[in-house]
């Protein structure tokens, strides 16, 4: 049996678009490869990130670029700047309250969790660098 995407105007083999059980046809109307470039697109992973933002942080796409311009598009902690930096600078919280702290690069949001986010973890590191730096 085929069908026709409504995307590419493609006639295209039943197979090559996915389940959808409250059709009639018992398919989606686009092929998967059409679906794949629509969830793929700038659109929609924008879209995705300001919800992601919303419902992670409480952030609206708003408040993460001024907390981005305050930090001078810089990590928190290393001061890197985003366009040093492959992926976007990521939103630090605390685990315990979900309190937004700032912006981090990847490197160093994951340093902050590796070390157990909190001042202790993050001390006991310094005082190890302290005692065992090397020149």
């Known amino acids: 049996m085929e069908k026709k995407c409504l995307r590419c105007y493609k006639t295209k083999e039943f197979s090559e678009f996915n389940k959808a059980n409250k059709r009639k046809d018992g398919r989606r109307e686009a092929c998967r ?3 794949k470039e629509y969830r793929l697109s700038e659109e929609v ?5 300001e919800r992601d933002l919303k419902n992670k942080y ?5 408040n993460y670029n001024k907390m981005f311009e305050q930090q001078e598009g810089r990590c ?3 001061k890197r700047h985003q366009t040093e930096l492959i992926k976007k600078l990521v939103v630090d919280h605390c685990h315990d309250t979900g309190k937004v702290r700032g912006l981090l690069c ?10 157990g986010d909190n001042l202790e973890g993050i001390k006991s590191a310094v005082n190890y660098l302290e005692e065992t730096f090397c020149e």
């Open 76 to 78: 928190g902690i290393c």
């Open 33 to 35: 490869e059409c679906e």
């Open 58 to 62: 409480g952030l609206s796409i708003d």
């Open 106 to 115: 990847d490197k160093c949001n994951r340093g902050v969790g590796f070390l």
């Open 45 to 49: 992973q924008t879209r995705r990130y």
